[in-house]
């Protein structure tokens, strides 16, 4: 999977040192991705304005996890998708996860295709996400007043 067009290529993934982050390391090293790791939840949060895409485990050795690390995601102005990770990665987990607001779910051991995919999907579709906003924000008019006779109309319509 290619990452033409992305114009950040940070990944954070919040995951522990040893097997989870050498083998994201050796997914991402021959890719334009540009990994971060973080171990802790406050790690994490001091990353996530710089990243494309977030991925994590689902729970953290400070006691937190990913359910937490979304609230923050959540509460951004332009949130990056969350990929949650786990050695069960059943379909209820599948559905709590995208129920509450993640991206995706990927099962561990990491599959290198899967990985990369599920990567460029989110950091694309975030990407585009913003041109829309962006183009939305160009089409409102700054500083004007709606003339009254339009608001009466809008009100009228909305009843």
């Not at 982050?21 to 997914?27: G, H, K």
């Not at 561990?108 to 599920?118: C, D, G, Q, S, T």
Request: hydrophobic letters at 45%; one cysteine or more.
């Amino acid at each position: 999977m290619t990452e033409t067009g992305i114009s950040n290529p940070i990944v954070v993934a919040v995951v522990s040192p040893g097997e989870d982050e050498r083998a994201l390391r050796e997914i991402l090293d021959n890719s334009a991705w540009r990994l971060h790791i973080a171990t802790t939840f406050a790690g994490a949060c001091l990353k996530l304005r710089t990243c494309c895409v977030v991925i994590s485990e689902s729970s953290y050795p400070d006691g937190l996890g990913w359910r937490d690390l979304l609230l923050v995601i959540q509460g951004m102005i332009s949130p990056p998708p969350l990929i949650v990770t786990d050695r069960l990665a059943d379909e209820r987990l599948w559905a709590e996860v995208l129920n509450l607001g993640a991206f995706d779910l990927l099962a561990k051991p990491f599959h290198p295709r899967e990985v990369l995919h599920a990567i460029t999907v989110a950091c694309s579709r975030r990407q585009h996400q913003e041109r829309l906003i962006a183009a939305r924000s160009e089409l409102q008019p700054t500083g004007r007043k709606v003339a009254p006779a339009l608001k009466a109309r809008a009100a009228g319509a909305s009843r």
